[in-house]
């Protein structure tokens, strides 16, 4: 079964970093570009950031841009989400999302989501 | 950034209805356009790609069409376990961008 898990969320500190993870299964992960979305509570969703599957090419939302890292090891199937300097606007439901195959830019797998909350 | 405006914000429909929401983008992003279907308390679920393919394993009751800025979900005879709310999503150009949602209620 092609399978997402993102785990890593929490309660945190304004200014206090996390670390998000997920865990991909059931399909040859070093082929995808993947993604992490997030959305507040009650709230539309925000693409945050992206990464090919090499790591060749790495995107951010200006929201997060110069606070938030993506990397990922293939190796060990997984993505993952550094989360630095957070504010309490970070707070939200952050999902990871893997783009379609060659040529396929939506986001066809959706893991659960994972809940951070930035609060004192 | 494209701004992608969907409408209405809700709509509260009889089974077997037909629904249709739209999305309009700020620019032009020819195909570029995918939905998604979120229930409650569940992550988003891809329902059509490139403004009119629908997803693997998709009802039929689901189609999309539309190019350039206007675009266009519609589903056919709705059912109950299609209450949700659907985002459309632009990935023409950075930063990737989604609608605010359209919440499809059961009457």
């Known amino acids: 079964e092609v399978q997402l898990v993102e785990s890593g969320g929490g309660l945190v500190k304004p200014g206090g970093s996390l670390r998000l993870s997920c865990a991909a299964s059931?399909?040859?992960?070093?082929?995808?570009?993947m993604n992490w979305v997030r959305q507040a509570p009650g709230k539309g969703l925000e693409w945050v950031s992206s990464i090919s599957s090499s790591s060749s090419y790495i995107y951010y939302a200006d929201s997060v841009k110069g606070r938030f890292t993506i990397s990922r090891d293939n190796a060990k199937n997984s993505l993952y989400l550094q989360m630095n300097s957070l504010r309490a606007e970070d707070t939200a439901v952050y999902y990871c999302?893997?783009?379609?195959?060659?040529?396929?830019?939506?986001?066809?797998?959706w893991g659960q989501g994972t809940m951070v909350t930035v609060s004192s | 950034e494209i701004v992608l405006t969907q409408s209405p914000d809700f709509q509260s429909v009889t089974p077997k209805e037909k629904v249709t929401i739209t999305c309009r983008a700020s620019q032009s992003i020819g195909s570029s356009l995918h939905w998604y279907q979120q229930k409650p308390d569940q992550s988003p679920k891809l329902l059509i790609k490139y403004a009119s393919q629908s997803f693997s394993g998709v009802p039929s009751r689901f189609s999309g069409s539309g190019s350039g800025t206007d675009f266009t979900l519609t589903i056919n005879s709705l059912e109950a376990e299609d209450a949700a709310t659907y985002y459309c999503h632009q990935s023409s150009s950075l930063p990737q961008t989604f609608g605010q949602g359209t919440k499809v209620e059961i009457k």
């Open positions: 999302a893997r783009r379609g195959g060659t040529g396929t830019n939506a986001f066809d797998i």
């Open positions: 059931g399909f040859t992960f070093s082929s995808y570009s």
